[in-house]
């Protein structure tokens, strides 16, 4: 691991999560560019490539977000992040994107696993949360299958487009982990992203 606690670079047995970083921008177009890869994001699919360069510098202290690359550190395949940090209630949300080429590979599972470890290790968080539309099946069968609770729907919570939608809250907390952590490496990978 490297740079500062907080934002090191994270690895897995086929990835790499590093800092996003300016250069990543024709990369996370692919997936920001996608109206389908987009079609549960809290913001419309980027018009064109400067639009996407343009949101890179959102990541901020206060919302970090990691580019999810092969091993090898030469493609780029998705990014995480996690925001609505409060360190004084040691709870974050995370959010999640790959390239829709990448889907069904098990490659999202992998990454949120590490990052999760990261999170609760190094972040000393309690409590990890994931807003997720329910139409998106993909992500609420990663999330579950990471162990996730539903806790309820929240009604109208996102405004997208001029359009409002619902999502469900799902949580995760630091003394679940371990056991969901452990079976989320036994299971066959999700059809998730």
Known sequence: MGTERGR??????????????ARDAAGLHEAYGDPEAMKFW??????DLAQTRARIPRNTPRHPAWAILS???????????YHHREAWNRRLEVGYILSRRHWGKGLMLEALR?????????LDTHRIEAIIEPA???????AEGLGFRAE???RDRLCVGGRFRSVIMYGLL????PAHREKSQRAPKPPGR
């Open 114 to 122: 590490a990052f999760l470890d990261h999170c609760f290790a190094d």
């Open 71 to 81: 091993k090898d550190g030469k493609r780029f395949l998705g990014m995480v992040n």
């Open 42 to 47: 809290d913001m419309l699919a980027s018009r």
């Open 8 to 21: 090191q670079t994270l690895k897995t047995k086929r990835l790499q999560l590093r800092p996003l970083a």
């Open 152 to 154: 309820g729907l929240m």
């Open 174 to 177: 630091a003394e679940d982990w």
């Open 136 to 142: 998106n099946g993909r992500s609420i069968r990663l």
